[in-house]
């Protein structure tokens, strides 16, 4: 890579790819009788750093996260602790005792203090963590702690079907900074955030300040453009640390070098963000939803979500069919404005809906792109200027049969 050069580059590895980044993963019994799967995933800056976080929007809030929204406030931080299988949602005051118990045990086991950890859950709600199990569990991570490995991607897994982690590499200032994820989530996925989790560490040098700034822009271009289902999470957190390990002189929001990172850092959180939407579960097609011709960004956000949440637009993308006057009737009860007689449809690039009537598109084309597992729909609301992007699925029997409940 020449020094030059502002484009980031994919490269091995994932939570531990950045300088100074350890992981460990461990089963402590929150899955019961699944003894071979891990459940617990711990990530550890050897170096003192400094955090961002986006949380769920949710009025319900789960403990982890009102304890994660603390400490994220905190100068410095060290860790984060997760766990997969529950939740610890609407556990009252117990469940907020045990997300601090989970805190305090990791900072003793690491030797650091308390409030420089940071907390997840995710799985079940309603459901009271064992954490006895899992104080004791947490004790044995450290000795885990290894700078390769998917074990912390696999731990966070709840109905995913695969790990999800991405890392990449760009020149700043001269110095080669790091960036790497991981993420989970496949069902109950909408905007603003979805369920999931996603962590973030970067060896870049940034403040506390500009790492929130820079982290806030990336989630809005990736994690808030995504739906399978419709469903946000009481559980929703995009963590990020960055620990100064790179060497590059520090960022400073509104630099060249800081919109350097900040392309890299977007190029992380959209793999991720895509990642989640194609392992939605039992979805058979990831569709690149584009609206345009709106009035407003908020407008064009609205038809977007309208349609992207359609039942019926789902169920006939299940069914590879184009069915296009789904997708207007979504867009006009969305609450955004539009003219009917100025709306255009594609699939692909190939015509659906041209001014408002039915193009004369054979049939047949339309049909053969609805039944790719990814394409493109693009619907112009012939209203404006403004424009917004989500990426969704399709709706199958497969959701259904694995959502019905045990």
């Known amino acids: ?229 419709g469903d946000m999470s009481t559980n929703d957190t995009v963590l990020a640390l960055a620990n100064g390990q790179g060497g590059n002189p520090p960022l400073k929001w509104g630099s060249e070098q800081f919109a350097i990172f900040q392309a890299a850092l977007d190029r992380v959180t959209a793999a991720l963000a895509r990642m989640i939407v194609k392992d939605g579960e039992g979805v058979s097609r990831f569709v690149d939803l584009h609206v345009t011709g709106a009035r407003s960004a908020r407008e064009a956000r609205l038809a977007a979500r309208a349609i992207a949440n359609s039942i019926l637009v789902k169920c006939a993308w299940y069914g590879g069919d184009p069915n296009w006057g789904r997708i207007i009737d979504a867009a006009g009860y969305s609450g955004a404005r539009m003219r009917p007689e100025r709306v255009r449809i594609s699939y692909n690039g190939e015509a659906a809906v041209v001014n408002g009537m039915a193009a004369p598109t054979p049939a047949a084309r339309l049909q053969a792109v609805a039944k790719k597992r990814e394409f493109t729909v693009t619907v112009d609301l012939g209203a404006g200027k403004a424009s917004h992007r989500i990426w969704t699925t399709d709706l199958t029997t497969k959701y259904v049969d694995f959502n019905m409940g045990e």
């Open 1 to 229: 890579m020449k020094e030059t050069s502002a484009e980031a580059i994919s490269i091995k590895g994932g939570i531990t790819a950045p300088a100074g980044f350890l992981a460990a993963s461990i089963h402590c019994g929150i899955k019961e009788g699944n003894a071979s799967r891990e459940d617990m995933a711990l990530i550890f800056s050897e170096h003192p750093a400094v955090a961002a976080g986006t949380f769920t929007t949710n009025q319900v809030k789960a403990a982890p996260v009102v304890v994660s929204m603390a400490h994220a406030r905190a100068e410095c931080a060290r860790a984060i602790i997760a766990n997969s299988g529950n939740a610890n949602a609407c556990t009252g005051a117990p469940g907020l005792a045990a997300a601090r118990r989970m805190c305090r045990a990791t900072g003793r086991a690491l030797g650091v203090a308390e409030r420089e950890i940071l907390v997840c859950s995710t799985g079940r709600i309603g459901v009271q963590l064992p954490v006895d199990k899992i104080e004791a569990s947490i004790a044995k991570l450290p000795a885990r702690l290894r700078s390769r490995g998917r074990g912390a991607a696999k731990a966070i897994m709840t109905s995913d079907s695969f790990p999800k982690e991405t890392a990449v590499e760009v020149v700043i200032g001269g110095k080669r900074v790091r960036i790497g994820g991981i993420a989970k989530g496949a069902g109950m996925i909408d905007p603003n955030m979805a369920t999931m989790l996603c962590f973030i560490t970067t060896d870049a040098a940034i403040g506390k300040a500009d790492l929130g700034k820079a982290l806030r822009a990336s989630v809005d271009q990736s994690f808030n453009r995504i739906t399978v289902d």
